[in-house]
């Protein structure tokens, strides 16, 4: 069992639309949660972070935390195509653990 | 406010053969973690330094080694090359602290030959 699941996608969308990508991790211990964005061949840039359960909202995306379930998701309202790009969850107890991503491809 | 700058962007190499790739924290930042990160793969975690120590390491062998000069910049080393450490590595820098928030730098793609 990998430490961080991800849906691997492609998950597709039509502009306008609300995205949701979804992650599970196996330590309990983990006490942060990280979104990045990838776009191909670019380096991971930071969307999100949350440290409590609940939701946490910064412009069009959301995260919720999870913590009983082990989950962890972001939402993207008004989907653009700019944000089509591989998103990545990470996982933090001490080092940082990253899901292998989800591809979203948000359609015009 | 400079990000994290990592040099060189591109690197070719022959099996056997040893690297070192350099990475400069953003400004700020004093801690330094490294990543390998395979094609189609989120990054693995390498370790980490601060205060010129390394503080966390991941599952890498010990031809991955590390260090961080007082300006807090840092270099990853890699000996004897293998195939299949072709990747992009990653430097990503923090502030000191429990579970703070990582800035990535644009990586470095190394290929061996």
């Known amino acids: 069992q990998k430490e961080v699941e991800q849906n691997s996608g492609p998950l597709s969308v039509p502009e306008g639309a609300i995205a949701s990508l979804n992650c599970t991790y196996s330590?309990?211990?983990?006490?942060?949660f990280f979104w990045y964005r990838q776009y191909s061949g670019k380096s991971p840039e930071l969307i999100m972070f949350?440290?409590?359960?609940g939701d946490k909202e910064d412009g069009r995306f959301t995260a919720q935390l999870n913590k009983a379930s082990q989950y962890v998701s972001l939402l993207i309202r008004d989907s653009q195509p700019s944000d089509s790009a591989t998103y990545l969850c990470?996982?933090?107890?001490?080092?940082?653990?990253f899901g292998a991503g989800t591809r979203l491809t948000v359609k015009p | 406010d400079a990000g994290v700058t990592q040099s060189p962007t591109h690197l070719i190499k022959t099996r056997g053969q040893q690297v070192t790739l350099r990475c400069s924290p953003k400004?700020?930042?004093?801690?330094v973690s490294w990543y390998q990160q395979a094609l189609g793969q989120g990054p693995q975690f390498i370790f980490q330094?601060?205060?010129?120590?390394?503080?966390q390491r991941g599952n890498f062998p010990d031809r991955f080694s590390g260090h961080q000069f007082p300006n807090y910049s840092s270099e990853l080393n890699v000996n004897a090359l293998l195939l299949g450490d072709s990747a992009l590595y990653l430097c990503?820098?923090?502030?000191?602290?429990?579970?703070?928030?990582?800035?990535f730098g644009d990586g470095t793609r190394l290929s061996i030959l």
């Open positions: 949350i440290y409590s359960n």
């Open positions: 990503a820098s923090s502030l000191r602290g429990r579970d703070q928030p990582q800035h």
């Open positions: 990470a996982a933090q107890r001490g080092d940082m653990r």
């Open positions: 330094y601060y205060e010129e120590e390394e503080r």
């Open positions: 330590d309990r211990g983990s006490q942060s």
């Open positions: 400004s700020g930042h004093d801690t």
